[in-house]
């Protein structure tokens, strides 16, 4: 079983920057396509970004698209999303998962495994 650690939330400042790093337990996260969602309190979780596995696909939603830029190291099976240009409505609880074997997905519902998540909080 896959076993997903993120890090690197924390409190920043409207136009700051983060990363999130997300740390795969299993060497099948190579295969996996690994996707970013958030959930903000009181709103369902929604999709963030996802990549496939050689890094040669990704998609963003609309929100995040020329701000927040998703990357893989297979090396070290860990994942990241770099976050720029944060804005108060960024503010959000943020998971990781991986679909194994799988193509990269908008779609929560298509994901294997799931992190515990980082909270962002973006102050304005």
């Known amino acids: 079983q896959v076993q997903l650690v993120e890090s690197g939330g924390g409190l920043v400042q409207a136009g700051g920057s983060l990363r999130l790093s997300c740390a795969a337990s299993e060497r099948t996260y190579s295969s996996s396509a690994m996707g970013w969602f958030r959930q903000a309190p009181g709103k369902e979780r929604e999709f963030v970004a996802t990549?496939?596995?050689?890094?040669?696909?990704?998609y963003y939603a609309d929100s995040v698209k020329g701000r927040f830029t998703i990357s893989r190291d297979n090396a070290k099976d860990t994942a990241y999303l770099q976050m720029n240009s944060l804005k108060p409505e960024d503010t959000a609880r943020y998971y990781c998962?991986?679909?194994?074997?799988?193509?990269?997905?908008?779609?929560?519902?298509?994901?294997?495994?799931w992190g515990q998540g980082t909270q962002v909080t973006v102050s304005s």
């Open positions: 990549i496939n596995w050689n890094s040669r696909t990704t």
């Open positions: 998962a991986a679909r194994v074997g799988g193509l990269p997905s908008i779609l929560e519902a298509q994901y294997d495994y």
